[in-house]
């Protein structure tokens, strides 16, 4: 008999807490976790990804119940073919799945709360 093992690597992900900061790219706070919570949202206020890479999934909650959170990527990159360094607002309550499509692109798909 043979017994295969398959490993699935993107489970489970690490987990983390972050608190939205800054208002530019320069200064927002990174995600280093593969899910992200995030606190802080006041519509100014953001987070910034990591470096774009192929198949490099990253996943944020905006835990404010009505304010926008901002979402910039690493620099020089772009999320949705977008402008690079341009962010993205999410809603309050809202969860978004960032996937690298190489190593400067981001597709990002949104569960809106409406």
Not at 9 to 33: C, F, I, K, Y
Not at 35 to 61: C, R
Not at 84 to 90: G, P
């Amino acid at each position: 008999d043979i017994i295969e093992v398959l490993l699935m690597p993107d489970v489970p992900q690490n987990v983390a807490s972050v608190a939205a900061a800054g208002s530019t790219q320069g200064d927002a706070a990174a995600l280093t976790a593969g899910i992200n919570t995030v606190s802080a949202a006041d519509g100014t206020k953001g987070v910034i990804l990591p470096a774009a890479k192929a198949g490099l999934v990253v996943q944020v909650y905006n835990e404010h119940a009505t304010n926008g959170l901002k979402v910039y990527p690493a620099t020089g990159d772009d999320i949705n073919d977008g402008s690079a360094d341009a962010a993205i607002t999410m809603e309050g309550k809202g969860i978004a799945r960032f996937t690298g499509l190489d190593t400067a692109t981001f597709a990002a798909s949104f569960v809106a709360n409406t």
